[in-house]
């Protein structure tokens, strides 16, 4: 099997066919304690992953495979099957987006976007800014994480940085990680991504003006705005991230607090 060393800085397991696949474990939380390893990872789409990365894989102990993708991404691009997990897909979209809107961004349209102008930074903040009310997927994200016997959990999209980036943001920010060290985790997200990012502007940039070039851009990069735009709108909705956890998901203090104790260590 081939040997896949870990990265101890981003996390990101290099594996072939599938990018941005990382450890969310080792950050530390408010109260000096740490994220343990193994329990929680993050990715893009997983259709490429080779008989070798899946060996690996089968070694992390993943229980359950959380895909936020809608319907038809993941009918395009199939995410294998991971022996003894849990394969759900519950696409990630708010409940005051519309459905038309949220099933617009596969990776194939939003490049498609770009070449036409059509996506940007504001639309992708403002897209971001809606992501954490009311959403199915992150329902189930909160369910999930509270079950021990169902992690290690694997959440992704297509290319694990925006619905996925902003439910590691919550994970995080649930188990005490500090506003700054989960915006770090968010921006490795364009270490992540930059080989894919590379192979596809090499492939469309002769195509593209600089209004497009600029789009693709925009798309393909995690920003400090974007993530900022779903904190933002969860502060000012809810006054306070504790508020928030209660109201939406029904995480409750002593709920915390038991979530906590199981997935964090003492350093």
Do not use: W
Not at 43 to 68: C, F, K, P, Q
Not at 91 to 110: G, K, N, R
Not at 177 to 201: C, H, Q, R, W
């Amino acid at each position: 099997m081939t040997h896949y060393a870990i990265d101890p800085v981003s996390r990101i397991i290099p594996y072939q066919g599938a990018n941005n696949f990382r450890d969310m474990g080792g950050y530390e939380t408010e109260d000096g304690r740490r994220v343990k390893y193994g329990l929680f990872f993050r990715s893009a789409e997983l259709h490429g992953l080779t008989e070798n990365d899946l060996l690996h894989l089968h070694t992390l102990g993943i229980r359950t495979v959380l895909d936020y993708r809608h319907e038809q991404e993941a009918a395009l691009k199939p995410d294998p099957a991971i022996a003894g997990a849990v394969y759900e897909c519950i696409p990630a979209f708010a409940a005051d987006l519309p459905i038309a809107a949220a099933q617009s961004h596969t990776m194939e349209e939003l490049l498609g976007g770009a070449q036409t102008g059509g996506f940007g930074p504001e639309m992708l903040a403002g897209f971001y800014a809606k992501l954490p009310f009311g959403n199915a997927s992150y329902r189930r994200l909160m369910d999930l994480i509270q079950e021990p016997e169902r992690l290690g959990l694997l959440h992704h999209c297509a290319a694990g940085k925006d619905r996925t980036g902003v439910g590691s943001a919550l994970i995080l920010l649930a188990l005490g990680v500090p506003e700054e060290t989960v915006m770090l985790d968010y921006l490795l997200t364009n270490e992540g991504l930059a080989s894919f990012k590379a192979e596809i502007l090499a492939r469309i940039a002769p195509a593209l003006d600089e209004r497009a070039l600029q789009g693709f851009q925009a798309i393909m990069a995690a920003k400090p705005e974007y993530l900022n735009a779903a904190l933002d709108a969860i502060k000012e909705r809810y006054g306070s991230y504790e508020a928030y956890f209660e109201q939406e998901y029904g995480l409750t203090a002593g709920r915390l607090d038991a979530l906590r104790s199981y997935c964090l260590e003492t350093i």
